[in-house]
Antibody, heavy 120, light 108 residues
Framework: QVQLRESGPGLVKPSETLSLTCSVS??????????WGWVRQPPGKGLEWIGT???????HYNPSLQSRATVSVDVSNNQFSLRLTSVTAADTAVYYC????????????WGKGTTVTVSS | SYVLTQPPSVSVAPGEPASITCAGD??????VHWYQQKPGQAPVLVIY???DRPSGIPERFSGANSGNTATLTISRVEAGDEADYFC???????????FGAGTNLAGL
C-alpha cells in the first residue's frame, strides 16, 4: 500500500525558508510511472497546487509561486521535498504531498498533511 | 490561467440527489477530476477523467462533463457525504494543476 507522510517544522518565521519533506513508502520515487507534488490549503480556504517533480528532477510550478518554490526528489531516501523562500503570513497553510501518475492529470494518493504557521 | 467556478455551498436532504457544478471555458474539452475533503482530513479522489470512479468509491458518485460545465452527482446523499468537494483540471499551456474553490455539501 502506497503511503505518503509529510514532515517538517510547524512554525517558520517571516522572511525565512519553509522546508518540508514527504517520505514515500510502498513505491519507489524513482519509478518513471509517477510524478510527486505539493498542494497547500490556507485555513478555511481551498486547495492550491504548488509544484510537481519527476524522478529525473524535472519540475513544474504554479506560476504564482514559481519564483519562491523548489520541489526536489531524493531517490536514495525515497522522498521528495519542498522549499518555499521568503515566507509571509499568507503562506500559513496545511501542506499536502501527493502523487500523480505519469500520463494522468489527477492526484490519486495524498499524505495526511502538515500544518505550517508563519509567525514571529 | 484557467479558472474553475464552483458554488460555495449546496444543501440537500439525506436520501435525495445532489449535484455540484464546476464551470469553466469549454471545460468539456478537458478532463475533470473531483475530490472529497472531510474536516481535518486530506482530499480523496472520488471521480477522475470526468466520470470514472476509483476503487472503493460508491456507485452513488458519478460525473459528467460537457460544454462549459462539469457536474458531480451523488444519487442518494448520506450523512457521511457531507464534505467539501473540489473540481480539478490540467492546464496544458502552463503544465499546471488547477482547482476550483470548492463546494460545501451540507445536509438539510
Amino acid at each position: 500500500q502506497v503511503q505518503l507522510r509529510e514532515s517538517g517544522p510547524g512554525l517558520v518565521k517571516p522572511s525565512e525558508t519553509l522546508s518540508l519533506t514527504c517520505s514515500v513508502s510502498g513505491v519507489s520515487v524513482s519509478s518513471g510511472a509517477y510524478f510527486w507534488g505539493w498542494v497547500r490549503q490556507p485555513p478555511g480556504k481551498g486547495l492550491e497546487w504548488i509544484g510537481t517533480v519527476f524522478y529525473t528532477g524535472s519540475a513544474h510550478y504554479n506560476p504564482s509561486l514559481q519564483s519562491r518554490a523548489t520541489v526536489s526528489v531524493d531517490v536514495s531516501n525515497n522522498q521528495f521535498s519542498l522549499r518555499l523562500t521568503s515566507v509571509t503570513a499568507a503562506d500559513t497553510a496545511v501542506y499536502y504531498c501527493a502523487r500523480r501518475r505519469s500520463g494522468r492529470h489527477y492526484l490519486d494518493v495524498w499524505g495526511k498533511g502538515t500544518t505550517v504557521t508563519v509567525s514571529s | 490561467s484557467y479558472v474553475l467556478t464552483q458554488p460555495p455551498s449546496v444543501s440537500v436532504a439525506p436520501g435525495e440527489p445532489a449535484s455540484i457544478t464546476c464551470a469553466g471555458d469549454n471545460i468539456g474539452n478537458r478532463r475533470v477530476h473531483w475530490y472529497q475533503q472531510k474536516p481535518g482530513q486530506a482530499p480523496v479522489l472520488v471521480i477522475y477523467n470526468d466520470s470514472d470512479r476509483p476503487s472503493g468509491i460508491p456507485e452513488r458518485f458519478s460525473g459528467a462533463n460537457s460544454g462549459n460545465t462539469a457536474t458531480l452527482t451523488i444519487s442518494r446523499v448520506e450523512a457521511g457525504d457531507e464534505a467539501d468537494y473540489f473540481c480539478q483540471v490540467w492546464d496544458n499551456p502552463t503544465d499546471s494543476v488547477v482547482f476550483g474553490a470548492g463546494t460545501n455539501l451540507a445536509g438539510l
